[in-house]
């Protein structure tokens, strides 16, 4: 049982289209999250999210939106895809009140072309 | 902003030696965690550090929290080519975390 999945695990598209992914978790966790992994490694934090609390990183374009149906699912919406948003999206959870220790899904590869 | 510096960016060593990465945080942290990322993989988390002064070891790594709780290192002893792969630390401050750049381990052939 993947404990964070996330699905495409790969996707490629043309600039200016809209994409979406998505991600679900089974631990029972009340906080997700999206990073951004570039090409050189460094992992960003766009959202935090529980059923609270939206915290935006507030470099992220606002074409990136982040959608939860519930507390098990955080879907990553991209508007106008542009070259440089090509990286490895990863979906994570953490327990709120815990430890803090990110569980992270086997990423999302877009490219952008 | 807070900040948590890490270096170096890449260690290239032969197998069998040892490898260091040390990390620096602009504030007093919380805690601070390991992750490995596996080339191709994702972020794995390796361990947490609460303690000032605290020090842990899983086989043949060992990781170090300073006393003053801004800043930690991961060494590794004797490194296997399953040792590669990115490792990063993460300070928690307030419960958010701030990722260091990750150094990159690689085993030269």
């Known amino acids: 049982d993947t404990a964070v999945s996330q699905t495409p695990k790969y996707l490629v598209t043309q600039m200016g289209n809209d994409k979406s992914i998505k991600c679900e978790q089974n631990l029972g966790h009340d906080t997700m999250y999206w990073y951004k992994q570039d090409s050189k490694k460094f992992l960003k934090i766009m959202f935090s999210y529980n059923n609270k609390e939206l915290i935006i990183n507030e470099t992220v374009p606002n074409r990136f939106s982040p959608k939860s149906p519930d507390k098990a699912h955080l879907n990553l919406h991209i508007n106008s895809l542009e070259l440089g948003d090509s990286a490895v999206y990863f979906c994570?959870?953490?327990?709120?009140?815990?430890?803090?220790?990110?569980?992270f899904g086997a990423g999302t590869r877009l490219s952008v072309l | 902003g807070q900040q948590v510096m890490q270096i170096p960016q890449y260690q290239h060593v032969q197998e069998g030696e040892d490898f260091t990465t040390y990390c620096n945080s602009s504030?007093?942290?919380?805690?601070i965690q390991w992750y490995k990322q596996r080339p191709g993989g994702h972020p794995v988390f390796l361990i947490q550090l609460v303690k000032s002064g605290e020090v842990k070891k899983q086989k043949r790594l060992t990781f170090q929290f300073g006393e003053a709780k801004k800043n930690s290192s991961l060494h590794i002893t004797a490194t296997q080519t399953t040792d590669v792969g990115t490792y990063f630390c993460?300070?928690?401050?307030?419960?958010?975390?701030?990722w260091g750049a990750g150094t990159k381990l690689i085993i030269k052939p």
């Open positions: 994570a959870s953490t327990l709120e009140g815990g430890e803090n220790i990110q569980y």
């Open positions: 504030t007093t942290l919380s805690n």
């Open positions: 993460a300070g928690d401050s307030n419960y958010q975390l701030i």
